[in-house]
Nanobody, 123 residues
Framework: QVQLVESGGGLVQAGGSLRLSCAASGRTFSTYAMGWFRQAAGKERAFVAVIGWNGISTYYRDSVKGRFTISRDNAKNTVYLQMNSLKPEDTAVYYC????????????????WGQGTQVTVSS
């Protein structure tokens, strides 16, 4: 069982930055790939980024490549999403999730989810 708690969301102007954190409980965190998803109002939840269990392999959706960076600290049971050059279209609730599948990009591949944190980017 893994419990996930996101933090770091908020309101930011376009072009600004935010760093999301996701703290995990349990001693098996380092065995899971960790992903970030987002859900904008009226839209389906969408993949954003994923990082492998050892922090080496990463994968991003095209629209965030070069702007977002996913990282993890297994000693702290935490995964991060650094978001730079934010755009209004990045506005969404952001969720972190844990998967036993390496670099899964579908929400169906994730076993545990956090409650989400709101990110709002104003123009």
């Amino acid at each position: 069982q893994v419990q996930l708690v996101e933090s770091g969301g908020g309101l930011v102007q376009a072009g600004g930055s935010l760093r999301l954190s996701c703290a995990a409980s349990g001693r098996t965190f380092s065995t899971y790939a960790m992903g970030w998803f987002r859900q904008a109002a009226g839209k389906e939840r969408a993949f954003v980024a994923v990082i492998g269990w050892n922090g080496i392999s990463t994968y991003y959706r095209d629209s965030v490549k070069g702007r977002f960076t996913i990282s993890r600290d297994n000693a702290k049971n935490t995964v991060y999403l650094q978001m730079n050059s934010l755009k209004p279209e990045d506005t969404a609730v952001y969720y972190c999730a844990a998967s036993r599948i390496a670099l899964a990009t579908s929400s169906n591949g994730y076993d545990y989810w956090g409650q989400g944190t709101q990110v709002t980017v104003s123009s």
